[in-house]
């Protein structure tokens, strides 16, 4: 064997060893690391339900209530979307759910709506979306209460025809000059609440059938 073989040989074998023990600590860490970031994610994602639905309302593990919703057109989702179910014992009290507002002025506007079993809205938050900085992003709650306006909302409150912005002749404030996201927002959460009037009784008999 030459040198040039026992050097190639030797380097390779140094290599692999490097190779192996790297990907042993990356595979260590992660293994490590995924129930720490699993859990942050789901204090993240609880929070942000919490901030649509009173904790005061649900007794159970709304985590684990999760359930995939197909796309669907009052929803503005063109995938698969998330809904959690609300108890408090055996009654089911609320919902949470995922909306698109598909036609904010920059695009889709994402929403996760609280709807309590009444069909009143126990809160809307944005989010994500694209829309222009200074005008279309005051319905971020952390910038603007304009998003608490749906509070106590429901199909009937205010009749169909004030679910607009009150430039249209609706019951619901806008920014001057900015309301092609509002009236997106508005559109999107009355549609959400005509879903869950028809899917209601869908939603408490999964939780049943799923408590069972």
Do not use: C
Request: charged share 20%.
């Amino acid at each position: 064997m030459t040198d040039a073989i026992r050097n190639a040989l030797r380097t390779g074998t140094v290599l692999f060893l490097f190779a192996f023990a790297g990907t042993t600590i990356l595979a260590f860490t992660h293994e490590r690391a995924a129930p720490v970031i699993s859990r942050s994610q789901q204090a993240e994602k609880l929070a942000l339900i919490n901030q649509v639905l009173p904790a005061s309302s649900y007794d159970n593990d709304l985590l684990t209530s999760r359930q995939d919703l197909p796309s669907d057109d009052l929803l503005g989702t063109r995938k698969p979307s998330a809904l959690w179910i609300a108890r408090r014992g055996s009654q089911v009290t609320a919902v949470v759910l995922e909306a698109i507002a598909p036609d904010g002025y920059a695009g889709d506007i994402a929403l996760l709506i609280g709807i309590g079993i009444d069909g009143t809205v126990t809160g809307v938050r944005v989010t994500a979306h694209h829309e222009t900085p200074g005008l279309g992003d005051y319905v971020e709650r952390t910038k603007s209460d304009w998003i608490d306006q749906f509070a106590g909302k429901s199909l009937t409150n205010p009749e169909p025809r004030h679910w607009k912005v009150a430039k249209d002749g609706g019951t619901f404030d806008a920014r001057a000059g900015a309301t092609i996201t509002p009236r997106a927002v508005i559109k999107a959460v009355r549609n959400a609440l005509d879903y869950f009037a028809r899917h209601r009784a869908a939603f408490v008999a999964s939780a049943a059938a799923k408590e069972n």
